[in-house]
T-cell receptor
Framework: DVKVTQSSRYLVKRTGEKVFLECVQD?????MFWYRQDPGLGLRLIYF???????EKGDIPEGYSVSREKKERFSLILESASTNQTSMYLC??????????????FGPGTRLTVT | AQSVTQLGSHVSVSEGALVLLRCNYS??????LFWYVQYPNQGLQLLLK??????LVKGINGFEAEFKKSETSFHLTKPSAHMSDAAEYFC?????????FGKGNQVVVIP
């Protein structure tokens, strides 16, 4: 069974703090993704990574950065948290290869509140 | 760019009635389409996927979806709703090595 874990289920931070969200997958997947989920907006892609030390901007990268030093771990960083970054953050991973796109496997999410 | 549209953010269905969730896609190439489900306080779980092998796709928990190219649709159905089907459902299309998600349908099952 594929397992994607996220470091925290709930997190409360203050405005201006630096925030780290960690994601680990145990299936040797090449691809990893960070989304934020807000009511009525669905899932929006923040960043993704195809390989170690590789990263690509998604649809809403502003205010975020990422790090992938090891294949199994993908970190999302909020350099200076703001209240508009209060949201549910979901990490996902997938395998890669030629042909049919592979489904993404999701972690349970981190609900971040910035006060 | 690929995209999907899901209409009706909230869908109410009586227990035992048909569940129908609509998804229309926009894609410049033959699409690969997915339906995911999210139960309360959980991540997303794959229900089913279309990869051009068959137009009628069967998934988990009695759900199925039919790909109709002429209508650019991939609607999700279940013949008889169960209380455990209360969840949020997302349609997604694959493109550029990523998924584009719809805004989701929150399904409420009425006893």
């Amino acid at each position: 069974d594929v397992k994607v874990t996220q470091s925290s289920r709930y997190l409360v931070k203050r405005t201006g703090e630096k925030v780290f969200l960690e994601c680990v997958q145990d299936m040797d997947h090449e691809n990893m993704f960070w989304y934020r989920q807000d009511p009525g907006l669905g899932l929006r892609l923040i960043y993704f990574s195809y390989d170690v030390k590789m990263k690509e901007k998604g649809d809403i990268p502003e205010g975020y950065s990422v790090s992938r030093e090891k294949k199994e771990r993908f970190s999302l960083i909020l350099e200076s948290a703001s209240t508009n970054q209060t949201s549910m953050y979901l990490c996902a991973s997938s395998s890669s290869g030629e042909g049919i796109p592979h489904e993404q496997y999701f972690g349970p999410g981190t609900r971040l509140t910035v006060t | 760019a690929q995209s999907v549209t899901q209409l009706g953010s909230h869908v109410s269905v009586s227990e035992g009635a048909l569940v129908l969730l609509r998804c229309n896609y926009s894609s410049s190439v033959p699409p690969y389409l997915f339906w995911y489900v999210q139960y309360p306080n959980q991540g997303l779980q794959l229900l089913l996927k279309y990869t051009s092998a068959a137009t009628l796709v069967k998934g988990i928990n009695g759900f199925e979806a039919e790909f109709k190219k002429s209508e650019t649709s991939f609607h999700l159905t279940k013949p008889s709703a169960h209380m455990s089907d209360a969840a949020e459902y997302f349609c997604a299309v694959s493109g550029n090595n990523r998924l584009a998600f719809g805004k989701g349908n929150q399904v409420v099952v009425i006893p």
